[in-house]
Each structure stands twice: as structure tokens, then as C-alpha cells.
């Protein structure tokens, strides 16, 4: 690390902002002109997440039973759960892991020929096919070519299997080289160790072949497919242009699908839908039937936006229509203005004046709400939290909160104006009620109203304490255009994706990085599939520094 | 929720679909074949988490111990001569650490350490450039050094047996036991997976059981040494996280080889999961229910001594809906109330006593096994902990710690304590006592001079 020093604090945008101007001195520098010796900063070994490991044995072996499910929840961090400095080990995962190898080997040999496609162990031997077996498997498994130790290694596994009394078929050896393999590091970690010749100083590239496993996993959250590995082989990711090449490819490919979705999952807190339960005595039209369908209407909005769209946040934030089938789009009501039949999902317009991109959702709405009304703290939160990348204290310690009982005479708005008016809580919800005020036309399951308790919805709150748009908004439409303009949530947006994107906070000495990222989504019009393809071309993603193979004087928990 | 597979040969139904039947059908179990209880019953200790502190007001027993008129407790009544209920205790080790009320009542309760520094959890006062990050807990738990202490004279299946129902997220809120500094435990969640790692071996015929036990050792083996070449690549800090991951593997070969020294009760429990996640809100009590089950059982047939049940994690939302008369909210949100407000009140009286009804099951289950002269809770001290002492003040002081069956004799129960104010570290070195792996202090030394006065 320069000068020793290793600060990891998560970053604010506002603080990014500030400390660009120790490098460069905020020159636009663009990644060709930064040395490589800056914003190198190293992600620690990391595993696989469940979900990478469940696309990873589908894209590997074609199991699609999703067989991580049952490991040990990761340590969630920074809004994520693929960080790699907090992901730790236990005793219950490494057990876990034994015996998802060996369900995943065992319904892996149902299909033997499909495992040894061109060798037959009658014809060419057992022997003959058990190596080519482990060469060819065991170079997609570990994403790179095998040693020769490690062939020997796997080759000593089969042999015991196929030579043990009670075991003792071609099948048996497959399958115990398959477990291994499934519990080997070289599958549930992902080194990247770099090259050995530094390119200057300290720095490292890394080889082709640990360059497409990053791309792979950053883009799709699983390995690299048939072309990744030719390339890699031909030791073709080398430069800039073949990276940013490949990653465009992968961006046009189904398997982005799982990373718009892994990501948005996270993002925009989907996992918290699933928990949601309502007080149907206030909705009647609220049903638990209506969370999956909520949370597909984001999940098939964001992805069309971005890999079929036109691919900016603005549509993200701001768009006039979304996706439903005609359970959904009843439950919506007139704010769909096309008529929708069936149980499929389509595209559908939206009404302009009441409803903007994934923010007024149904299921975002009735989220960030209380069972029995709305809640303007939790939607002020959520877009100070998650679009503007504020962290809000927890309420202090010693303080009672009480939220408001209903009260047939007056809105929501007005209780919660009350309590917002109180000194204590003032502080913190000034920045919090103002914003979920704007949210008042949808009611706590995200239907629409025009009025609550036989009085007019107040729509309107101001906005205080941002970068960059501050001011008096009247309803969640005017909000989200504001929204899809400040660069505040712009910059947001772009830190999200590279905390998703490299497994690791945003540090101090990323500031060149983020702001090549922050400079290339300005000028792509903040599309977001650019944005990604920017994430293959930093310092940050391009190189590391040598492997310490002695402790680092400074180091520690992290 | 799929149920789970049975096997044609299961030889008797322990635990069943409703409390009534589970006690008497012990006694009906037939003893299994080749399976006997060896030497003296062994000591065991148990772990029992729930959240959000309690309704203080009313919590502790009257002068006579006689519960069964007790708001909370009732259910407790049969058991109270095993019980001791301690007023008083307080985690002043949570009030020195970092970390808010939350974090650091569940990182302390049983390390008796403080939170270490680190960037991972956002804490306190975290305005945007001005953020406060914790890391994990900051010491080895009691559980698990116990464990530890006494892997070092048998070896168990299992070196310990943390279990959870709806615990869900893996953060510093969500963790109270912890391998080391830094190395959180995570419990086993999922009903069904847990069914197959503690019985499976019970049922399957021992011929097949030796072949699984043998193709993994080869497996393993060869793991391992593929971990050790894997390591020589690596820098420093990566070498140590890989370090532990190898050391797992190394325990779990230890353990593969294990024969359980079943005993007379031990069986393969009947679990009558009905359809629908065990993770849905409304499956905590059936998910609940399954793992006191085969939490008892894995005691019954000795797979291991030490284990925990928690319950949700701290700042726990679980929604009681079934409970008749809680409004659909969460326990976290119920427990913020002012004092004043009745209605939530009640609610937090209908959680707490919901959850005393739980410990009576698990109770009754353990008292219902007998071995040789004591019962399965005599021979165990199960620990009610919980990281705060009320929820809506976040105390961490006067936490409602019980203790039920006397650990062989240990503890003299029937009784309760009033500590004034003695740390909860003094509690966690009476179970080490207890325990017979004595410590003089645990955690933090200054709150934890000696053990709890008045417990035996």
C-alpha cells in the first residue's frame, strides 16, 4: 500500500468529491493518462456467493437445483452480500459444502456421457478417459489449466475409487474427482494473484486467464463460457480494447440477466418484499399472492431498461411504463392505461402523472410502508439511503419511538408532521419526512389516492441538505426527474456499482477510478450498461499490487 | 415445505405433531439394538436466545417460586424447582464497547468482550462523512470454548450444534456466538438439511454408513492437500482466511469416523413440517418447534454437549400473527413503545409468555428423557439469554437471564437471585464452572472476577 497506509472507511460521494483533488488536481484524467501505479488497491480472496455458486454448477455441470441455497446466509456489508472482506468462514460451511459436493457429483454421474462427451471408457480405457476428464472438466471447474500435481492429485482420487471393493466403477472415480474438485479453493475461491512481471513498480496485470474469470463473474456472477476461455487461453485478454470487447459481448448475452437482477435484488432491498405483510382490515385489495408479482414488475422493468432499453438511469427513474400481467395490472388500477389478459407479463403505459420508474412501484411502496398506512420515514429513507448514498443514524439509543396510531381526522402527512416537528427527532427526520411526503399519493400497499380520510393527499415536501436539489417538489413524478438529474444520485449510482461490481468498498485511494467511472456515465447520457463496461477498463479492476507474501505491518481485520 | 423423508424401517415416533403426545411416547420408545448407554450420562449446556428484551415489570418470580399464576411464565410452573430466575445482571461490558444497543448486547452476551473495530456494520451516529463502523464481536464465546475444552477429551459428532429459527441475516446483530475474535458461528436454519446432518447416520445401514465414512476421508484428503498447495500462492492475509477454512475441513475428517454413544432414547425424530418455507413469518413456531426436537435428540444420543437455539436475532421482527390478540406488527417495532402505551404492553406480555411456553417445551422434552437416575435436564444448565434487558430503552443492564436443570447438581435451583447489579461476565464463568472447564475470568477480566455468588 503507498506510504503504508490502508484506510478502507466506506466513502461517502461528497467526501470522493473532495479528495479528488490530491491526484491530478482535478484534471479529467481518463484511464490512459492516470500511471498505473494509482487507485491500485487490492480485493481480498474471495468466495463464491451462494448465488454464484448456483450459477456457476448450472453453467458447469447444468444443474440448475440451485444447491447453495442451503449454505450459510453471507455477511451482508455495505448493502451487499458478495464484499469479500467480510465474507468469513465456519465449521457449518465447510461441512455444507461437502455435502452440496456431493449431492451436485451425484446427480452429476446420472449423466455420464454427458461429463466424458469424447472418450469412452470402454474403448479408450478408464484410465484414459478419468485424465482427460480431469484436464478437460477440471480446467472449466478451476477456470484456468490444471497443474501437474493437481492432475496427479485427482488422478490418486480416482484410482482409490475405482480400485476400492465396495465402489469400483468408472462412474465412482468421476464422481469422487467431482467432489473434490467441488471443495477444492481453486472452485470456491476466486485468486486473483496477477502476473509475476510488474508493469511498473509494485503493479501487476493479471493473466488472461484470471481476466476472464473477473469479467465472469463481475458481468454474469458465474464462469467464463466457451469464448472466455478461448480467449483466455489464447492469452487474449491483455489489453483494454479485448477486455472492453468481451465484456461488451457478455452485456448481449442471457447470463447478464442474473447480474441486473443479483444486483437490483440488493439495491433496491427486493429481499425486504418478501417479508411483507399488510393489514388487510385497511387494504382489502392487499393479498400475499401480490409479492411475487411485485417484485417481478421491478425485476422485469429494470432489466428491459438496461439490456434492451435505451439503458439510462433517467428511464430507470422516470419511465411511463412498466410490466405486468392482469392480476397486477388490476390491482394498479387506472394508472395502467392499456388492458392487460393473462397471467403473463407485458409491457405495459403507465399513466405519466402518477407514475415514474421502479420509485412509485407497487412493491417499493408497499415496502418502505407501515401493515396499516404509509410511512414517509421509510421512503425518505430508502431514497436517501439507496439513491442518494446518505447513511442516516439509527434513531439514538435512549429514545422512544412511537409510530402514530390511525386517526380517522387526519392524513398521515398531518401525524407525521407532528412528530417530525418534535425537537428530538427533528434532526434526523427533517431529512427523512419531507421526502416520503412526496410519496403521499400511494397509499401503503402503493395504490393511488386522491385523498385520505375525506381530505385532499398533500403531495408536496421539500427536499433540504443534498448536493444539488434542494427545493419544494409536489408528488413522487416531479421527485423522480430531479432525481434522474443530480448528479448526487448519479455518482450514487455509480459507487453502488462498484461496490457490487468489485467485492469491496470505495476507498481513498479509488478516486481516480470512480472518477473515470463517473466521468464516461456523464458523458454516455449515465447509461448503465456503459457503465459496467467502464467497470472493466479502471486501474482498479485492470491491475494489483505483487502478492505480500509477508504480513502486512498495517494490516488486520478489515 | 417438503416433508421430510422417512424411512419405511424408523423404528419408534418420538416427537410428534403436538406437544401432548411427545412425553409419554419416550418412555414407549423401544431401546435400539446395538445401541447402549455407556459410563455416566454426560454434562451438557445449552443456549437459548430471544430478543428485544422482556416486559421487565413483571418478569421475576414471586418469593415462593410457585409460577403457575405467573403473567409470563405459567408454563414454566412444572419446572420451577429447576429453575434459577436472576434479577440483576448487567452487561457492563456492553456500555464500554463500541456498537449501538442492539450489537453490542448480542456481540457481548457471551463474550464478555467488546465489538471490535472494522468497516462492516454502520453504527451510532453515521451521518454521511462522519459514518461509525463496527466489525464482529471481539472475543471467543462461552459455548464455544467450552466446546472446545471438551473436544479436547471426546469427540463428539458435533463439536457444538448451533441452531436458529428465522435468523436469516449474517451481520453483527444477527451473531452471538463466535469461534474466535472476528469468527462468528452461523446457527443451521434450515429444518430439513438439519434433519439429514444430525439423523441420517442413525437410520442408514452401517455398511453404508462405513463406505460414506471412508470416500469422504479419501476425498477429504485429497482436499487438503490441494488447500496446501493452493496456500503457498497466496499473500499473507488471504493465507489466514484460507488458514481456517483448511482447519474445518481438518475437524470435520476428526469427526467423520465418530459412532454416537446413543442413547436409550436416541431415535431419529419424527418432524411433521407442514407446506410452506420454514422462512416465512408464520412457520416460526412450526420451524421452532422442529429444532427444540431435534435439539433434544442430538442431546439424547450425545452428538453433542453444547448447543443453542436463537430465536430470530436482535432487533428481532418476527410478527406474532399467531397470537390472537398482537396487531400485525413486529416484536422490534412492539418493543419501541413508551411504557405507557397499554396495547403494546399486552403485546410484549403475549411475546414473552409465548416464548416462556417455548423454554417449558424444551424443558418438558429434556426432563421427559430419563438417564439412569437424573433426566436429560438435570444432566444439562440451559442459559436463557437475551441482548437487551427492555427494548424500547435498549438497557443492557437487569438482563433476564434464567438458568434451568442444575448440570448434575451444580447449580442449586429453585431459586431466585437478585445480583444488584454484578456483570454478566461473572455469569458465564459459573457455566465454564459448571461445566467442569473452570476459568477464573472470561472475556473482559474486570467483569468477570469469579463466578456468580449464590448459583451453587
Known amino acids: 500500500m503507498p506510504q503504508g497506509i490502508k484506510v478502507c472507511v466506506l466513502v461517502s460521494v461528497t467526501f470522493l468529491l473532495s479528495c479528488n483533488g490530491a491526484i491530478g488536481g482535478g484534471e479529467r484524467a481518463a484511464n490512459d493518462g492516470v500511471a498505473k501505479s494509482l487507485c491500485v488497491v487490492d480485493t481480498p480472496i474471495r468466495r463464491l456467493t451462494r448465488f454464484e455458486y448456483n450459477r456457476t454448477v448450472r453453467d458447469l455441470l447444468g444443474d440448475t437445483s440451485n444447491p447453495a441455497d442451503v449454505l450459510p446466509p453471507e455477511e451482508e456489508v455495505a448493502g451487499f452480500n458478495n464484499q469479500a472482506a467480510a465474507l468469513t468462514s465456519s465449521d457449518l460451511l465447510i461441512e455444507q459444502y461437502m455435502k452440496v459436493a456431493e449431492d451436485v457429483s451425484a446427480r452429476a454421474v446420472g449423466n455420464i456421457a454427458a461429463l466424458v462427451p469424447d472418450c469412452n471408457p470402454t474403448l479408450d480405457g478408464e484410465d484414459t478417459c478419468g485424465l482427460s476428464f480431469i484436464e478437460d472438466f477440471g480446467k472449466r471447474a478451476f477456470r484456468r489449466p490444471l497443474s501437474q500435481s493437481e492432475r496427479d492429485r485427482f488422478k490418486s482420487v480416482f484410482d482409490w475409487a475405482v480400485n476400492d471393493a465396495d465402489l469400483g466403477r468408472f462412474e465412482d472415480g468421476i464422481q469422487v474427482v467431482l467432489e473434490a474438485m467441488l471443495q477444492s479453493p481453486s472452485f470456491l475461491y476466486r485468486p486473483e494473484l496477477g502476473e509475476e512481471t510488474p508493469v511498473e513498480g509494485d503493479v501487476v496485470p493479471f493473466t488472461s486467464w484470471e481476466m476472464a474469470t473477473k469479467l465472469s463473474y463481475m458481468l454474469w456472477n458465474s464462469m467464463p463460457d466457451a469464448e472466455l476461455f478461448a480467449v483466455a487461453e489464447a492469452d487474449e485478454l491483455r489489453t483494454k480494447e479485448q477486455i472492453a470487447a468481451q465484456a461488451t459481448r457478455m452485456l448481449e448475452d442471457e447470463k447478464a440477466r442474473d447480474l441486473i437482477r443479483n444486483f437490483h435484488t440488493q439495491w433496491l432491498l427486493l429481499t425486504h418484499l418478501d417479508s411483507v405483510s399488510k393489514d388487510t382490515g385497511v387494504y382489502p385489495a392487499y393479498d400475499d399472492a401480490l409479492r411475487p408479482l411485485w417484485k417481478e414488475e421491478i425485476q422485469t422493468f429494470v432489466e428491459h431498461v438496461i439490456l434492451e432499453g435505451d439503458g ?85 439509543a435512549d429514545l422512544v419511538i412511537e409510530p402514530p396510531e390511525l386517526d380517522p381526522n387526519k392524513t398521515t402527512k398531518e401525524q407525521f408532521e407532528e412528530i417530525g416537528a418534535n425537537p428530538a427527532c427533528a434532526g434526523c427526520h427533517t431529512l427523512m419526512n419531507p421526502i416520503g411526503f412526496i410519496f403521499e399519493h400511494y397509499d401503503g400497499v402503493g395504490q393511488w389516492r386522491d385523498q385520505q380520510n375525506g381530505k385532499d393527499i398533500d403531495a408536496t415536501g421539500e427536499v433540504v441538505q443534498t448536493d444539488d436539489i434542494d427545493g419544494i417538489y409536489d408528488g413522487a413524478v416531479e421527485l423522480a426527474d430531479a432525481l434522474a438529474g443530480s448528479t448526487q444520485v448519479q455518482e450514487c449510482v455509480s459507487s453502488q456499482w462498484f461496490r457490487f461490481a468489485y467485492n469491496r468498498t470505495v476507498t481513498q485511494e479509488d478516486s481516480c477510478s470512480v472518477e473515470q467511472l463517473n466521468d464516461v456515465f456523464r458523458s454516455s447520457g449515465f447509461n448503465i450498461k456503459g457503465l459496467l463496461v467502464t467497470l472493466t477498463q479502471t486501474n482498479a479492476f485492470l491491475y494489483r499490487r505483487a502478492v505480500e507474501l509477508e504480513p502486512n505491518a498495517t494490516g488486520g481485520a478489515q | 415445505m417438503k416433508r421430510i423423508k422417512r424411512r419405511a424401517m424408523l423404528k419408534g415416533t418420538l416427537f410428534g405433531g403436538t406437544v401432548a403426545i411427545g412425553l409419554p411416547m419416550l418412555d414407549a420408545m423401544l431401546p435400539r439394538t446395538g445401541a447402549a448407554q455407556t459410563g455416566a450420562a454426560p454434562k451438557r449446556i445449552v443456549f437459548w436466545f430471544t430478543a428485544n428484551g422482556t416486559r421487565q415489570d413483571i418478569w421475576s418470580p414471586p418469593g415462593n417460586m410457585d409460577l403457575s399464576g405467573h403473567p409470563l411464565h405459567a408454563a414454566m410452573a412444572p419446572f420451577s424447582n429447576k429453575l434459577i430466575f436472576l434479577d440483576g445482571v448487567d452487561q457492563d461490558v456492553a456500555y464500554d464497547s463500541i456498537g449501538d444497543g442492539h450489537q453490542t448486547g448480542m456481540a457481548c452476551v457471551l463474550t464478555n468482550a467488546e465489538i471490535l473495530p472494522g468497516t462492516l456494520f454502520c453504527e451510532g451516529n453515521c451521518d454521511a462523512g462522519n459514518e461509525q463502523y463496527v466489525g464482529w464481536g471481539g472475543g471467543q464465546s462461552v459455548d464455544q ?102 482447519q474445518s475441513i481438518r475437524d470435520l475428517e476428526n469427526r467423520l469416523n465418530v459412532t454416537t454413544n446413543f442413547g436409550e432414547a436416541c431415535g431419529q425424530p419424527e ?109 444439562t444448565v440451559v442459559v436463557w439469554v437475551n441482548e437487551l434487558g427492555k427494548g424500547n430503552s435498549h438497557t443492557r443492564r437487569d438482563i433476564p437471564f434464567i438458568l434451568a436443570g442444575g448440570c448434575q447438581g451444580y447449580f442449586n435451583t429453585g431459586q431466585h437471585i437478585d445480583s444488584a447489579g454484578e456483570p454478566h461476565g461473572k455469569l458465564l464463568v459459573s457455566l465454564t464452572h459448571a461445566m467442569d472447564k473452570p476459568v477464573n475470568t472470561f472475556g473482559v477480566p474486570q467483569y468477570s472476577q469469579g463466578p456468580l455468588s449464590g448459583l451453587t
Not at chain 2, 434450515?190 to 452401517?206: A, G, K, M, R, Y
Not at chain 2, 454408513?209 to 496446501?228: F, G, N, T
Not at chain 2, 412492539?334 to 423454554?359: C, M, P, T, V
Open chain 1, 312 to 396: 439510462s438511469l433517467r428511464t430507470l427513474l422516470t419511465a411511463d411504463y412498466s410490466f405486468m400481467n392482469e392480476e397486477l395490472a388490476s390491482f394498479y388500477g387506472t394508472d395502467v392505461l392499456d388492458s392487460v389478459t393473462g397471467p403473463e407479463f407485458r409491457q405495459v403505459q403507465l399513466d405519466p402523472d402518477s407514475r415514474a420508474g421502479f420509485l412509485t412501484s407497487a412493491g417499493l411502496m408497499a415496502t418502505h410502508a407501515n401493515a396499516n398506512q404509509s410511512s414517509p420515514v421509510f421512503r425518505g429513507k430508502f431514497v436517501r439511503e439507496q439513491l442518494m448514498c446518505n447513511t442516516l443514524p439509527p434513531p439514538p
Open chain 2, 145 to 246: 470454548y467450552i466446546a472446545d475444552e471438551i473436544a479436547k477429551d471426546v469427540i463428539t459428532k458435533f463439536k457444538s450444534l448451533e441452531l436458529g429459527v428465522q435468523v436469516r441475516s449474517s451481520t453483527v446483530w444477527s451473531r452471538m456466538s463466535y469461534s474466535a475474535p472476528d469468527q462468528p458461528v452461523p446457527p443451521r436454519e434450515d429444518p430439513n438439511e438439519n434433519f439429514t446432518d444430525l439423523f441420517s447416520d442413525i437410520e442408514s445401514d452401517p455398511f453404508a454408513l462405513q463406505l460414506i465414512q471412508r470416500r469422504r476421508k479419501s476425498v477429504l484428503d485429497a482436499v487438503m492437500e490441494d488447500h496446501a498447495a493452493f496456500q503457498n500462492r497466496l499473500g499473507y492475509d488471504d493465507k489466514q482466511k484460507l488458514d481456517k477454512h483448511l
Open chain 2, 271 to 379: 418432524l411433521n413440517l407442514p407446506g410452506g418455507s420454514y422462512e416465512q413469518n408464520d412457520m416460526y413456531p412450526v420451524t421452532g418447534k422442529a429444532q427444540m426436537d431435534m435439539l433434544v435428540m442430538a442431546l439424547a444420543c450425545d452428538l453433542t454437549r453444547v448447543a443453542s437455539l436463537q430465536w430470530s436475532r436482535s432487533v428481532s421482527g418476527v410478527r406474532f400473527n399467531w397470537v390472537p390478540q398482537i396487531l400485525d406488527e413486529g416484536h422490534h417495532g412492539l418493543s419501541h413503545y413508551d411504557d405507557g402505551n397499554g396495547s403494546a404492553r399486552a403485546d410484549l406480555l403475549e411475546i414473552n409468555k409465548w416464548y416462556s411456553e417455548q423454554f417449558a417445551y424444551l424443558l418438558g422434552l429434556m426432563d421427559g428423557i430419563q438417564e439412569g437416575d437424573n433426566t436429560l435436564l438435570d444432566n
